[in-house]
């Protein structure tokens, strides 16, 4: 009798370490899954434009795909531009002079990041009255009085007043 108890204990002792082991494995495989996903993926939207920087040689290389991009952490940083298009306003107490309606190129990012350097640039969150420095900046080129045309904007069309798009009202809580 004292035998088949000491089986059964060691049965038991047995399970728990396996149970004990089973649960440190799964808890170091998410940690490490925790810490790959926050240190060598990132996420493209498809609406982004993105680029890669190599820290260890100095080149910028494009990226061709949208989603999912795996790079090494602190060697390769991954930076977007965004691609949608938007509106440039030039506007005087709350009255809109002039707008225009542009979006990026992306055949001229090269020329962009060596101007402006490289960094992301987004138009998110900006309204009319604060606009984003991404916004800022192509505004600056679409109503550049030289004429030139610059490889990275695309004016699609000059909007009459009655086309402007008009920010909505935030009302505090």
């Not at 060691?10 to 490490?32: E, H, I, Y």
């Not at 790959?36 to 910028?60: A, C, H, L, Q």
Request: charged content about 15%; aromatic content about 10%; overall charge positive.
């Amino acid at each position: 009798m004292q035998a088949v108890k000491d089986g059964i204990g060691s049965a038991k002792k047995w399970l728990g370490n396996f149970m004990f082991g089973t649960a440190v494995l799964v808890l170091v495989a998410l940690l490490g899954l925790i810490v790959f996903r926050m240190g060598w993926v990132n996420w493209i939207d498809n609406y982004e434009i993105p680029y890669s920087f190599d820290s260890r040689t100095g080149k910028i290389t494009r990226i061709s795909h949208t989603g999912y991009v795996i790079t090494p952490p602190l060697l390769v940083s991954v930076h977007s531009v965004d691609g949608r298009p938007m509106q440039v306003c030039i506007s005087a107490i709350q009255r809109v002079l002039n707008c225009k309606l542009v979006e990026f190129d992306p055949k001229g990012l090269e020329l962009f990041l060596q101007w402006h350097g490289r960094a992301n640039y987004t138009n998110e969150g900006g309204t009319r009255e604060q606009p984003t420095v991404f916004n800022q900046t192509l505004m600056a080129y679409a109503y550049d009085g030289s004429g030139n045309n610059y490889p990275f904007l695309h004016v699609i069309r000059e909007l009459k007043p009655n086309e402007v798009q008009q920010n909505p009202i935030m009302v505090p809580r």
